[in-house]
């Protein structure tokens, strides 16, 4: 990352205030380099029966048994989308599968406060359900499907292979964005409210980081350097916990000059070094 | 790092055997592009009285008021050399930093068993003492010091922070790589042994962990994803009580497919991604 992008990400701070989120938004946006002309979309295909349940596929050429790359976009759980008319996110996600010769796929996923835990795990199985039914006709393996997810996208994804372990089985890997992992020891905040609702006491059950243990599922954990504090502990407590179990280290990159929001925004700019990070442990658990 | 480089360094396994260490060195060797045709050495200064208190001054043009970047070579406490003749390490390292514009400094010191903790803190702090009286004669900034280091001399460096913390007082940074940070948890094996003596109930003063929170000087640490059990203890052992104390991560950066020696052997061949990742901090310290 050059030094002036670096100073601009930090001078947001760290909290996911609106300047930040807007901030870093406009500024990833203007760098993207845009959709790569040889990249084609089918759009909105439905893989469950709420309006929510949506998916995006993206592929360059025609591919055969490729690779599968899915990514959950986040929003506190209450907010967010697969694409946005006129922004280049999350798009720019599934483009940089296609160019890299897998079947991209982004999704949608019901939100709260209507919708509560486990609904995030209940999508992520519908639409990986889906894909093993459905990927082979868009050139994709239903054998090697990577999940990725970034923030409440990334919670979603790890709920998954926690509480859904069984039906996970065999998924080739998860990159975690950012992610909450234990909602016992996870900051009270209203996003997490409105999802795992206002008595805390319920929390537990939905905690990530005991089924996370246990999954056999390849992860690829990161956190950025100017994420909230927040983020901060949960990435320490991963590290920590993981340790105490397997006697090594989980694969937790930490992103030097990143804020909460621009691993996933730097994707499609020409600041390489998370689509390298991601590309590169794609290319390990489907190799 | 390329696949097949990466299956190379996995297929020795992550302990420390002559087959590893042997092996990497030689396959790192064949990787490398040799020193800069710019690239300027003087050879073997002496910093204070011991015959190994010798260091190694690399440049390129004529650098003013440069960045100093300095590599403290590992070895187990009992071996290893800033300089073997007719191999590229470390000289690898000063060519790095005077490719950079910056001025390299090699440095080798005592050894254990003769010599014992706190041996190592006390030549760093002689190798600083020399630096800051005449490394602008070569060039560089004695205000912007940058101490560098792997495994044992990683080791060596964190102790210099740790147990020399006002002499350490403005320096600009320090990479620490695959070392050995709390003497009170690690491997009690013969290396450490010959270096902190038999009796493991004297280690607990030579112990960096406590220092190294109360330093102020800004630290890299990272891990290599096949070091052995014992690094990844101590790198999860930093990230636990370092999030504990400040509420954020340490800067630790985990360096997938590596091996314990291939991030610094990495150096000055085609597989650059320890090099950047080195040369943003340094960047960063000292900008």
Redesign the interface.
């Known amino acids: 990352?050059t030094?002036a992008i670096?100073k601009k990400l930090e001078a947001f701070g760290p909290n996911l205030t609106p300047d930040m989120l807007g901030g870093t938004q406009a500024m990833m946006a203007e760098m993207n380099n845009g959709m790569h002309a040889d990249t084609k979309v089918v759009r909105d295909i439905s893989y469950g029966p709420d309006e929510r349940n949506r998916l995006d596929i993206f592929t360059q050429g025609s591919p055969q048994g490729a690779p599968v790359f899915v990514f959950v976009h986040g929003g506190g759980f209450v907010m967010g989308d697969k694409h946005t008319e006129g922004s280049p996110f999350y798009s720019n996600m599934g483009d940089f599968a296609a160019r890299h010769g897998w079947v991209g796929v982004t999704i949608t996923y019901r939100l709260a406060p209507d919708n509560r835990f486990p609904s995030g795990p209940d999508d992520l199985m519908a639409a990986v359900e889906w894909l093993r039914a459905n990927v082979a006709d868009h050139g994709g393996d239903p054998e090697r499907i990577v999940l990725s997810g970034q923030s409440a996208g990334a919670t979603h994804v790890a709920g998954y292979l926690a509480h859904r372990r069984e039906h996970a089985e065999g998924i080739a890997g998860a990159v975690l964005m950012s992610g909450i992992y234990d909602t016992m020891t996870c900051e009270p905040n209203q996003f997490a409210e409105a999802y795992y609702g206002k008595d805390r006491k319920g929390w537990g059950p939905a905690s990530c980081m005991a089924g996370l243990l246990a999954s056999e599922v390849p992860i690829q954990f990161s956190?950025a350097?100017f994420d909230p504090?927040d983020f901060?502990?949960q990435?320490?407590q991963v590290?920590?916990q993981?340790?105490?179990t397997k006697?090594?280290?989980p694969?937790?990159?930490?992103l030097?000059?990143h804020n909460h929001l621009s691993p996933a925004l730097s994707i499609g700019s020409d600041q390489r070094?998370v689509e390298?990070?991601v590309a590169?442990?794609v290319?390990?658990v489907t190799?």
């Open positions: 990352m030094p670096r956190v350097e504090d901060h502990q990435a320490a590290v920590e993981w340790t105490a006697h090594r280290l694969e937790m990159q930490y030097s000059g070094e390298r990070m590169g442990f290319g390990r190799g």
